[in-house]
Structure formats: C-alpha cells, structure tokens
C-alpha cells in the first residue's frame, strides 16, 4: 500500500513501453541499441542517467514472442497496457487488486526468457 493511483502507474508504463516502439522503429528490426547516437537519444528521450535501464528494456521487450514471429513482446504487452487502462478506468472500485494482477502477469511473462 503506497497509495499511488493505479491509472498513474499504467499510463507511466504505457509511456515507457511506448518510447521502446518509438526506439524500436528508429533502429529497425536489425538495429542494435548501442547505434544510436547522442542527437538521437534526445530525440527519443534517453536521459543519460535512464540509458542503461531503457537499454535492457529494450532488449527484452524487444524480442519475439515465439520463434519465428514477427510479434514482439512489446507488442503484446503495448495492447495489455492499453486494455489495463481500460479496465482500470471502467472499475475504480477494484482498480488496485486489478493492476497489482496485471503487473504480476507482465512481470512473469518479462522475466521468461
């Protein structure tokens, strides 16, 4: 119990993973995080001091869902946030238990490797 309000916690992660796609869409499907140069990391909003962090992030989420697709698990996990935020919205009730479940399921399926 923090008290931090749970569509606060979803949209600072919708932020996160949507500045991974933008990442993603900069370098490509062969681009390597390490490319990117000091212009560009303004661009995209690498602060120096978050670089090491978006950087496992982003190798992470950046990979394929299974072997062979096309879909990455930022994909996958883009359309999860979106639908947290919309469950978290339409139930204000239970919208702590909600996202404490939900970022449990993000959190295991993060760390399969």
Same mark, same amino acid.
């Given at each position: 119990e923090?008290?931090?309000n749970?569509?606060g916690?979803?949209?600072?992660?919708?932020?996160?993973?949507a500045?991974?796609?933008?990442?993603? *869409?900069?370098?490509?499907? /062969?681009?390597q995080f390490?490319?990117?140069?000091?212009?560009? !990391?303004? %661009? +995209?909003g690498?602060?120096f001091?978050e670089?090491?962090?978006? *950087?496992?992030q982003?190798? /992470?989420?950046?990979?394929p869902?299974a072997?062979?697709?096309? !879909?990455? %698990? +930022?994909?996958?996990l883009?359309g999860?946030?979106?639908?947290?935020h919309?469950?978290?919205?339409a139930?204000?009730?239970?919208?702590e238990l909600?996202?404490?479940?939900?970022?449990t399921?993000?959190?295991?399926?993060?760390?399969k490797?």
């Open positions: 923090l008290g931090l749970p569509v916690v979803a949209l600072a992660l919708e932020r996160r993973a500045q991974l796609a933008q990442i993603a *869409a900069y370098l490509g499907p /062969r681009g390490d490319q990117i140069d000091k212009g560009a !990391e303004m %661009r +995209l690498i602060f001091k670089k090491r962090d978006i *950087a496992v982003y190798k /992470r989420w950046t990979q869902t072997r062979g697709s096309r !879909e990455t %698990r +930022l994909d996958r883009i999860r946030l979106i639908g947290l919309r469950t978290l919205i139930n204000s009730q239970t919208a909600l996202l404490a479940q939900e970022l399921e993000i959190a295991r399926y993060a760390a490797r």
